[in-house]
């Protein structure tokens, strides 16, 4: 059965980093685009970062560019999201993604979802 695990959210400070897992079962993430999507209480859901499948290229939104770094190790089928100088406004349940067409911000274009993980960011 397909499915994608998160892991490495937490309780961060202004200014501190995490990394974020995204492992894949059942099926190999090299052949998918993957995204990473965020929720905040009472809000949507919204694309923070994707990578494509085919040539590895990176999309980031505007207000985590600079910060976060999306990556990928095929051979570990796992997908990364290390994200610095987190601020306040980063919190939130992280989820990774899979679509198996090109990177989109928009959720119901994805196949495949993780149960999230939690950032919170406060000092």
């Known amino acids: 059965q397909a499915q994608l695990v998160e892991s490495g959210g937490g309780l961060v400070q202004p200014g501190g980093s995490l990394r974020l897992s995204c492992d894949a079962f059942?099926?190999?993430?090299?052949?998918?685009?993957i995204g990473w999507f965020r929720q905040a209480p009472g809000r949507e859901r919204e694309g923070v970062s994707c990578?494509?499948?085919?040539?590895?290229?990176?999309y980031d939104a505007e207000s985590v560019k600079g910060r976060f770094t999306i990556s990928r190790d095929n051979a570990k089928n796992t997908v990364y999201l290390q994200m610095d100088n987190l601020k306040p406004g980063d919190t939130g349940v992280y989820y990774c993604?899979?679509?198996?067409?090109?990177?989109?911000?928009?959720?119901?274009?994805?196949?495949?979802w993780g149960q999230g993980t939690q950032v919170t960011v406060s000092s």
């Open positions: 990578i494509s499948s085919s040539d590895g290229r990176t």
């Open positions: 059942g099926f190999a993430l090299d052949a998918y685009a």
């Open positions: 993604a899979a679509t198996s067409g090109l990177c989109n911000p928009y959720t119901y274009a994805y196949e495949y």
